[in-house]
């Protein structure tokens, strides 16, 4: 699986939208960018995936590059609960495949 | 979303007792499933795949004879550290798939692990 480089920390303002980006220039064709969060202590939340195109659910969109080497993971309305380690990760779909963790985004959503 | 859930959440144990671990899919059948270990402020490390009757797949460095995984059905996986020490203390965390062509991991709560 493709490796992704994501920036250690971000900060967001309460309401204003969160974007998180991650690299992944080595990315194949059949590869999926796959995000979760990880609230602390708690396991890791599945929030979204995609292959090329523009991704939304009630949780966040994912924007991904036309030539697929980056992402950008969107909370449109931050709120203090988002504060979180948000994990871009890009594997292959097929059957049941295991997920490599990088180090995330420490995100946190101030007041 | 699946749901996953992981019992105890949390357990203090001596040194030289062995822990069980429960990881269940509620609501979808999984034949795979996958045991991550994490460490205070580090990210999660995967363990070992977890297969539905047959033996579980170890990761370099994990020692087999002391981390026993079994999943005897399409919705329980079980881990269990034997001989439990204190660097053996962490968060254990499950996940499971259920297994389609655009499979999607969905992770338990995980189980917090202080041996004594």
């Known amino acids: 699986d493709a490796k992704t480089t994501q920036p250690p920390s971000m900060d967001c303002a309460e309401g204003r939208a969160a974007n998180l980006p991650c690299n992944h220039s080595t990315i194949s064709g059949n590869e999926y960018v796959y995000w979760y969060r990880q609230i602390h202590s708690q396991g890791p939340q599945y929030i979204i995936h995609?292959?090329?195109n523009n991704e939304t659910n009630e949780m966040a969109s994912l924007i991904i590059t036309e030539d697929r080497k980056s992402s950008t993971l969107i909370l449109p309305h931050a709120t203090l609960r988002d504060t979180a380690v948000y994990y871009c990760?890009?594997?292959?779909?097929?059957?049941?495949?295991?997920?490599?963790f990088g180090q995330g985004t420490r995100l946190t959503i101030n007041p | 979303g699946a749901v996953v859930s992981q019992h105890p959440s949390r357990v203090i144990c001596k040194s030289g007792t062995s822990v069980k671990i429960e990881c269940r899919s509620l609501?979808?059948?999984?034949?795979?499933m996958f045991w991550y270990r994490q460490f205070p402020k580090q990210s999660l490390m995967l363990m070992a795949t977890s297969n539905e009757g047959s033996k579980a797949t170890y990761e370099q460095g994990v020692e087999k004879d002391k981390f026993l995984i079994n999943h005897a059905s399409l919705t329980l996986s079980t881990l269990t550290v034997t001989s439990a020490h204190p660097e053996d203390s962490s968060f254990y965390i499950c996940?499971?798939?259920?297994?389609?062509?655009?499979?999607?991991?969905?992770f338990g709560p995980g189980t917090r692990l202080t041996v004594l």
């Open positions: 990760i890009v594997r292959t779909p097929q059957g049941a495949q295991k997920l490599v």
């Open positions: 609501d979808f059948q999984a034949t795979t």
């Open positions: 996940s499971a798939g259920q297994g389609y062509v655009t499979d999607t991991q969905y």
């Open positions: 995609g292959l090329k």
